[in-house]
């Protein structure tokens, strides 16, 4: 008989979710607008602590898209993008008929290389090309050089959106992720760390970034009594049973935050007597990481040959669930003419690094499990 599967990242339910879906039937509230779309907003909007206005939209993509509609983008721009993320991060890019421009990790915090960065500013400036934005990744929860890279951003004057799809809860010098850009991006889908089954949101300096991103993510509804439209809209705005969902979400968010860094702790102390495994973990305290996942590098000249492949397939055996690192955008196929500015930090990481089951809903049984695979295969 197979064993139950242990997700890498699967949702957990805090129990509240289901009152706010009830009131929405209740109310007939069906429609992608409502008390629950404008309360969830006002949830993450309390919960950054920032002075921040939040949008509640169908995806982080389509908050990313409405994020470089507003800065400007046009066919034929550039917009500088961390390579080693989900391809969400650059596909809307695309959408715009712009060109990405992929940048190197730097091995800290596996995010954008600020020397990289300002490499690939100076030389598409020196090629005539229009640089509009910067799009950086908080990757598996960790915050990005953040200080490096605006510096280097202000320099050249060039606006940042941050994807923070998933580092709801991660801070860098106490500063929520998602509040230090231009734009924000979040993500509330399946495996992130609170879901609405499927929906994002746009952390938008000012009322007036929130009132045009909801324009957009409604059709661009011009304000007549009839259908008029001045520009070209989008379908994006989170249903009002989706945003219950994230309101009961939001009140677990905390919590599923420490039970990710606990798992992260786990890690630690199941690699610490292995030689050749890192756990990914921050490097100095102004990171803090929600662990979104936990990951690992492996190298194996230390592990005796024991490689990261063999270390998923182990875990696959006994129906445990792991995946190499994102590919870096400059090695898919999609993207293989774009520019790439960088060493082979991204590639070198995908090569070498595992994520491991890191799902709040994780139980001391799932734990026992993972940690026999592992001791067994390196026979601790």
Same mark, same amino acid.
């Given at each position: 008989m197979e064993k139950p599967k242990i997700?890498? #990242?699967?949702?957990?339910?805090?129990? %509240? %979710?289901?009152?706010?879906?009830?009131?929405?039937?209740?109310?007939?509230?069906?429609?992608?607008?409502?008390?629950?779309?404008n309360g969830f907003e006002e949830d993450i909007e309390n919960y950054l602590q920032a002075d921040k206005k939040v949008a509640a939209l169908s995806s982080g993509t389509a908050a990313l898209h409405l994020a470089l509609i507003q800065l400007g983008v046009q066919p034929g721009d550039e917009v500088l993008?961390?390579?080693m993320t989900f391809a969400a991060s650059a596909n809307p890019i695309t959408y715009l008929g712009a060109n990405p421009v992929f940048i190197d990790s730097e091995p800290t915090t596996w995010n954008i290389c600020p020397k990289a960065l300002e490499k690939?500013?100076?030389?598409?400036?020196?090629?005539?090309? @229009?640089?509009?934005?910067?799009?950086?990744?908080?990757?598996?929860?960790?915050?990005?050089?953040?200080?490096e890279v605006k510096q280097i951003a202000d320099k050249h004057q060039i606006?940042?959106?941050? *994807?923070?799809? %998933?580092?709801?809860? #991660?801070?860098?010098?106490?500063?929520?992720?998602?509040?230090?850009?231009?734009?924000?991006?979040?993500?509330?889908n399946g495996n992130k760390?609170? @879901?609405?089954?499927?929906?994002?949101?746009?952390?938008? $300096?000012?009322?007036? $970034?929130?009132?045009?991103?909801?324009?957009? $993510?409604?059709? +661009?509804? *011009?304000? +007549?009594?009839?259908?008029?439209?001045?520009?070209?809209?989008?379908?994006?705005?989170?249903?009002?049973?989706? $945003?219950?969902?994230?309101?009961?979400?939001?009140?677990?968010? *905390?919590?599923?935050? *420490?039970?990710?860094?606990?798992?992260?702790?786990?890690y630690q102390a199941l690699f610490a007597p292995i030689a050749g495994v890192e756990v990914f973990s921050e490097p100095t305290a102004d990171f803090f990481s929600n662990h979104w996942l936990s990951a690992i590098l492996v190298d194996t000249n230390k592990t005796g040959g024991i490689s990261r492949e063999d270390i998923r397939l182990a875990l696959q055996e006994e129906n445990i669930e792991s995946r190499p690192l994102w590919k870096p955008m400059h090695l898919q196929p999609i993207f293989k003419e774009a520019p790439y500015y960088g060493e082979k930090v991204a590639e070198n990481l995908f090569d070498s690094g595992l994520c491991l089951p890191s799902g709040s809903n994780l139980t001391d049984q799932d734990r026992e499990r993972i940690k026999t695979t592992i001791q067994k295969l390196f026979k601790q």
């Open positions: 997700w890498l #990242s699967s949702p957990h339910m805090g129990g %509240e %979710e289901q009152n706010f879906v009830n009131a929405a039937f209740q109310e007939n509230w069906v429609a992608p607008l409502g008390p629950n779309v993008c961390q390579s690939a500013i100076l030389d598409r400036k020196a090629k005539g090309k @229009t640089i509009k934005a910067i799009v950086i990744v908080h990757l598996y929860g960790m915050p990005c050089l953040w200080n606006p940042i959106i941050e *994807d923070a799809a %998933e580092a709801l809860g #991660s801070t860098y010098k106490g500063k929520k992720c998602g509040t230090l850009g231009q734009f924000g991006v979040l993500s509330f760390i609170i @879901t609405t089954s499927g929906g994002g949101a746009l952390v938008c $300096a000012t009322t007036q $970034a929130k009132q045009k991103t909801v324009f957009y $993510a409604t059709q +661009a509804r *011009d304000n +007549a009594p009839h259908y008029q439209h001045t520009h070209i809209g989008y379908n994006y705005r989170l249903s009002n049973i989706s $945003a219950g969902i994230g309101r009961g979400q939001m009140q677990v968010l *905390d919590k599923h935050i *420490d039970l990710r860094r606990q798992m992260n702790a786990f």
